[in-house]
């Protein structure tokens, strides 16, 4: 037997549960920008997801982030998961150390295209009406200015109470979860690990 060397190749590989192990999945990671295998082994011996606390499994470890020790490596795909789930304010950015993801869309395989989920309840609908009719009323208030229609007193009266009761920060947040939710039934947002 050999005494444990931080060096030999062998260590530099995270380890593996035997059967499960992946040539494919560990060469991967040892190409993937950011893995650093040393920190990897002196950290822990058996890395756990901070997702779904699991060990090794034959998705490849991400480190998304800058959180360290145990809290440093998920599965990349319970972070694609978690990214579609998580509430919005945290789909930019780690909670914990406010690194911003490095992040860019990449178009599913078809037989992955599915339907939004929207969850729209019938208020949710005469909201949107509400605000589609008065932001609609608002640029045609601001076309009639323009042709000397509508006094721009009146106008700009009605662009601030649009401005301060229509288009709020929830409701500017809550199409951006619509969008967000259309777009990725098509769309799946690819994270790197950090820099
Ligand atoms: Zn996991
Ligand atoms: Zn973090």
């Not at 530099?12 to 990897?40: C, H, Q, R, Y």
């Not at 082994?41 to 090794?56: A, D, H, M």
Request: glycine share 4%; with cysteine; proline share 5%.
């Amino acid at each position: 037997m050999t005494s444990p060397d931080k060096t030999t190749p062998s260590d530099k590989l995270p380890p593996s549960n035997g059967a499960k192990s992946s040539t494919k999945s560990i060469d991967d990671m040892e190409s993937t920008p950011g893995f650093v295998a040393n920190d990897f082994w002196l950290e822990s011996n058996e890395p756990t997801c901070k997702i779904c606390f699991g060990g090794e499994s034959d998705d490849p470890w991400m480190s998304p982030c800058r959180c360290s020790g145990s809290i440093k490596w998920v599965h990349a795909a319970c972070l694609r998961k978690w990214l579609s789930m998580a509430p919005y304010n945290q789909r930019e950015a780690c909670s914990t150390c406010k690194y911003n993801y490095r992040k860019h869309w990449r178009l599913k395989a078809l037989s992955n295209w599915t339907m939004p989920t929207l969850n729209l309840q019938f208020w949710d609908v005469v909201e949107i009406c509400l605000d589609a009719y008065s932001t609609l009323k608002m640029f045609r208030g601001i076309w009639h200015m323009l042709q000397g229609k509508k006094s721009i007193v009146a106008q700009m009266c009605y662009f601030f109470f649009w401005r301060t009761f229509i288009f709020t920060e929830r409701r500017i947040l809550y199409y951006k979860s619509i969008a967000c939710s259309m777009v990725t039934s098509f769309l799946e947002l690819d994270v790197e690990n950090a820099k």
